[in-house]
Nanobody, 126 residues
Framework: QLQLVESGGDLVQPGGSLRLSCAAS????????IGWFRQAPGKEREGVLC????????TYTDSVKGRFTISRDNAKQVVYLQMNNLKPEDTAVYYC???????????????????WGQGTQVTVSS
């Protein structure tokens, strides 16, 4: 059974860092582009970053450019979201999702991704 499990969410002060992990099981994630999404309270879920099977990344949210990076370890079937210089507006539930293609879409839509994790909470507050 295809499954994605996020971890690493926490309460962190502004300016701090976190690394989220997305562990895949039940399928060979090497063949799938993986995206990170987030949903802040009272807002719609938005795409953040995506990584292709070859390691190329696509950023969908301008506010994270220069602060968030995405990477993958195919041997471990894990995709990471490194978040630096966190801001209160980064507070959200973060989800990872798998896309049944090797490349990331140039524009993001949730229905481009077929399998989703349950999410992990990131709270940025002093």
């Amino acid at each position: 059974q295809l499954q994605l499990v996020e971890s690493g969410g926490d309460l962190v002060q502004p300016g701090g860092s976190l690394r989220l992990s997305c562990a895949a099981s039940g399928f060979t994630s090497d063949y799938y582009a993986i995206g990170w999404f987030r949903q802040a309270p009272g807002k719609e879920r938005e795409g953040v970053l995506c990584i292709s099977t070859g390691g190329g990344s696509t950023t969908y949210t301008d506010s994270v450019k220069g602060r968030f990076t995405i990477s993958r370890d195919n041997a471990k079937q894990v995709v990471y979201l490194q978040m630096n210089n966190l801001k209160p507006e980064d507070t959200a539930v973060y989800y990872c999702a798998a896309r049944g293609f090797s490349e990331c879409p140039s524009t993001v839509r949730e229905n481009y991704f077929g399998a989703w994790g349950q999410g992990t909470q990131v709270t940025v507050s002093s």
